[in-house]
């Protein structure tokens, strides 16, 4: 028998809540018959870092989906607390329990469902609420746990960036905060995991205090008294990291830190991922794996259909990685090979700066520019997402409130933003040519994006709501948490690309041996020759670019086209449809009569573009 520390008792309620901290949660969703799991709702203001509390609670392993009925999007985990499996929500973040969003209306709802505990069965404990508070700004969102505790619910509260008032030199009264609110408070700092732990083993303290209902200035005026007695504020000089977070949100320099720090992200990138594929990956497909093809080459008699589908043509004798075409040589090579080192190094980068604290500014610095295109600032979001693979850019327009926007975001990245595959072979391909014809291809895509932007929005009806954002301030990310990110990001992309690849290559070598692509090149090759300069060969990409884009552009290399010919075919492949995958996230995300509307668009913008191009290079 255990006897607990706290109260030094046996078998007490603090010892059915011990300490667990961040471990796996894989099995723990699993059903208890006949007993419904406590709920833990975590609600705070947007940008306080309840995400990071929800991620040091449950792990890495979490199931995310849609309200019923909404398209915001809210994601939960399972706490093994002793023998008692608590499942944790992460609610959408709210200012208060007087909805103005539909993010907003989802959190007073979730909490509607709250069930308290029990006074007739004290062995059903009941939900509870755990409001993630930013301490340096205690003011504000105390509005909202005066809400929680208006509601008559167990709450506990989790006195999160603490460690940012002793830069900021705020000194709180912990102790003195308690007995105000009548509930446990507990300071925390979730990028480090410290409190974490007493956070968990004090969840059963979580009260419900009786507290009147107050009118707004009522709530006000004791959010004032408590702050006045708790929190004392003393003056301290700006350090060079304060400079840095006023320098990155004002208008001017703010814009020419957005070029550099972009500038720095893209070389970083570039320099990452080329250092993995002369180094790692392509001394190990041509030195280790290139033989080994070669031997089951002979063993299939080095030609014939099914040595075709497999290893592909063999290029004077030899495997050639982007020319063979076959399963095992061009199949693997492309997502594993080509792509992978620039997927690894974006998520890298785009970790690094969403943990960093650096994406909220770049929002708030583009707000102006992305409302003359129909959007507000956090629609930069999907497009930073877009560059690394289009189908989290397509979920990623959740952000976005109103259909119009969500339409508009969708339309703009799916036409206008190349994933980082499709990136990586441009440049591989179109870069041969020279580096002036890379930017060609690339600035046609930017001034694309902005026309594009400017039309709809001139055209679709609604209105963009304003952008209301906290600013975090400045961190210096966990390194084991933002590799775990990395991990499930590489993992979703492998387990997405490399079997459309291999569909799309097994498709190709079909057509091919069938005749179809030959026969649609016959029937579309005058058109494409007359409109776009292009010869017949381009249709085979084009059919391709449809399952993945990046191994259409890569197709693009052994017909001998020029270099007019390859910039106009590799622009028209960025635009004229997304890839498979992101075609069906999009008929998810918008429904199939804006998806449909969204494609006829890409198809009109692609045949003008095409044209276009024809007519100025």
């Known amino acids: 028998m255990k006897t607990c520390e706290q109260c030094k008792t046996d078998n007490c309620e603090h010892l059915k809540w011990v300490e667990t901290e961040t ?8 059903e208890q018959p006949g007993k419904r799991k406590r709920r833990i709702l975590l609600m705070g203001n947007p940008n306080v870092g309840k995400s990071v509390v929800f991620s040091r609670l449950t792990g890495v392993n979490v199931i995310a989906s849609n309200y019923s009925g909404t398209t915001v999007e809210y994601t939960k985990g399972f706490l093994k607390v002793g023998d008692e499996i608590g499942e944790v929500i992460d609610v959408p973040g709210t200012y208060s329990l007087e909805p103005t969003s539909q993010a907003e209306e989802v959190a007073l709802e979730m909490l509607r469902e709250v069930e308290p505990p029990d006074k007739n069965d004290p062995s059903e404990a009941g939900d509870l609420i755990i409001n993630v508070v930013d301490a340096t700004n205690l003011e504000r969102n105390l509005h909202l746990t005066l809400d929680l505790l208006e509601r008559k619910l167990p709450v506990i509260v989790a006195l999160n960036m603490w460690d940012e ?13 308690e007995k105000f609110l009548g509930v446990p408070v507990i300071p925390t700092v979730a990028l480090t995991g410290q409190g974490i732990k007493e956070l968990v083993n004090r969840l059963p303290e979580a009260a419900s205090p009786t507290l009147p209902e107050r009118n707004h200035d009522q709530k006000w005026a004791d959010i004032g008294k408590i702050t006045v007695d708790v929190q004392n504020i003393t003056h301290r000089h700006h350090t060079i990291r304060d400079r840095l977070e006023e320098w990155s949100v004002k208008p001017r320099s703010g814009l020419l830190f957005a070029a550099v720090i972009i500038f720095l992200s893209f070389e970083l990138i ?8 002369g180094y790692l990956f392509e001394p190990l497909f041509e030195n280790i794996y290139s033989p080994l093809l070669i031997k089951l080459s002979g063993l299939l008699g080095s030609s ?18 982007v020319q063979s075409f076959g399963l095992l040589s061009t199949g693997l090579f492309v997502p594993l090979g080509m792509v992978l080192p620039y997927i690894l190094s974006f998520y890298l980068v785009l970790g690094f700066l969403e943990d960093w604290g650096y994406l909220p500014r770049l929002a708030v610095l583009v707000d102006t520019i992305m409302h003359r295109l129909g959007l507000h600032g956090y629609a930069i979001l999907p497009m930073i997402l877009g560059l690394g693979c289009n189908v989290p850019g397509a979920m990623a327009t959740r952000v976005l409130e109103s259909r ?32 002036i014809y890379v930017a060609q291809v690339f600035l046609s895509l930017l001034l694309l994006w902005a026309v594009l932007g400017l039309i709809l929005n001139r055209f679709i009806k609604g209105i963009s709501p304003e952008l209301l954002v906290e600013i975090p301030p400045y961190h210096l990310p966990l390194w084991s948490a933002l590799l775990k990110k990395l991990w499930m990001r590489l993992s979703a992309f492998l387990r997405e690309a490399i079997p459309l690849v291999l569909i799309g290559v ?5 057509l091919y041996t069938l005749k179809i692509i030959d026969f649609l090149a016959r029937v579309a090759g005058p058109f494409l020759t007359t409109l776009w300069g292009v010869p017949d060969r381009v249709i085979s990409a084009l059919l391709i670019g449809f399952l993945r884009k990046d191994v259409a552009v890569g197709m693009l290399e052994p017909l001998g086209l020029t270099t007019k010919q390859l910039v106009i075919s590799c622009t028209v492949l960025a635009v004229y449809f997304p890839c498979i995958a992101t075609f069906a996230v999009l008929i998810r995300e918008l429904g199939v009569k804006d998806m449909l509307k969204s494609a006829l668009l890409m198809i009109m913008t692609a045949l003008a573009l095409g044209i276009l191009l024809n007519m100025i290079l």
């Not at 097994?506 to 079909?510: F, H, K, Y």
């Open 270 to 277: 570039r320099f990452i991922s080329e250092g993995l594929i």
């Open 165 to 177: 008032t002793k830069h900021r030199g705020i000194e709180i009264d912990v102790d003195g905060l």
């Open 506 to 510: 097994l498709l190709v070598n079909i």
């Open 304 to 321: 014939g259909f099914l040595h075709d589908i497999l290893i592909g043509k063999l290029i004077g004798g030899e495997i050639d990685f």
């Open 23 to 30: 471990k796996d949660t894989r099995e723990l969703g699993e």
């Open 404 to 435: 119009r926007e969500r339409f508009i975001a969708a339309t703009l990245m799916s036409i206008a933003v190349p994933c980082m595959a499709q990136t990586a072979m441009i440049i591989g391909v179109v870069g041969q040519q020279g580096g």
